[in-house]
Every structure is written in structure tokens, then in C-alpha cells.
């Protein structure tokens, strides 16, 4: 199973960027799918989640400015980013938790490459 995230890029503050991410390989099902990011210094951080059936989750400081989104057709994942700010300046990574064909109920958590995203002021 690979992940291929795309879609990074500069931007002012104030602009918007889309992420995107598709999942493929052996993948029966997908449970849930998100957006991490890491900026230089600091630890990797949620985003934002979206699990079965649309539920989505959202990290306080991009709650109201980030939309994600998914296409179950496709096994994709998306990351709308409005409003930008300095602060979102990270490597953004997406990651998949998947039931693989033929392992059953097992689940696995994978990671795509990570894209950057640099927010100019």
C-alpha cells in the first residue's frame, strides 16, 4: 500500500492551497483518513481526520480555515487550506488506516511522502 501526497507549494498568507493524497495497493476497506504536518523544530501534529461516513475531526488552530474532504472512489483524501498563516509554514503528511484483501479485520496505518507547504508573510 503507498500513499502519494501532492500539492504543497509557497504561498502568501491569506492564500489558499488544496492537498492531495491517494492511496493504492491492496486495500479492502479504509477507515479513516488524515492530514498530519511537522514544522522544523517541533513534533508531528494531527490536522484534521475523516472517518467513515464523513464524521471529521479538526485541530483547534485550523478549525473554520481547513476542509477535508474524501473520495471513497478513488481512495483519495484532500485538504482544502483557506486563510492561510506563517504557523501553517510544515511538512504536511497524509496517512491511511486500511484493511488490506485477504487480511481480514486486521488493520494497518500508513504514511505517504509529505509535501511542503510554506507560508510567506
Known amino acids: 500500500v503507498q500513499l502519494q501526497a501532492s500539492g504543497g507549494g509557497l504561498v502568501q498568507a491569506g492564500g489558499s492551497l488544496r492537498l492531495s493524497c491517494a492511496a493504492s495497493?491492496?486495500?479492502?476497506?479504509?477507515?479513516?483518513m488524515g492530514w498530519y504536518r511537522q514544522a522544523p523544530g517541533k513534533e508531528r501534529e494531527l490536522v484534521a481526520t475523516?472517518?467513515?461516513?464523513?464524521?471529521?475531526n479538526y485541530a483547534a488552530p485550523v478549525k473554520g480555515r481547513f476542509t477535508i474532504s474524501r473520495d471513497d472512489a478513488k481512495n483519495a483524501v484532500f485538504l482544502q487550506m483557506d486563510n492561510l498563516k506563517v504557523e501553517d509554514t510544515a511538512v504536511y503528511y497524509c496517512?491511511?488506516?486500511?484493511?488490506?484483501?485477504?487480511?481480514?479485520?486486521?488493520?494497518?496505518?500508513?504514511w505517504g511522502q509529505g509535501t511542503q507547504v510554506t507560508v510567506s508573510s
Open positions: 475523516i472517518h467513515n461516513g464523513g464524521i471529521t
Open positions: 495497493g491492496t486495500i479492502s476497506t479504509i477507515n479513516s
Open positions: 496517512n491511511a488506516d486500511v484493511r488490506r484483501i485477504g487480511l481480514g479485520d486486521l488493520r494497518f496505518t500508513y
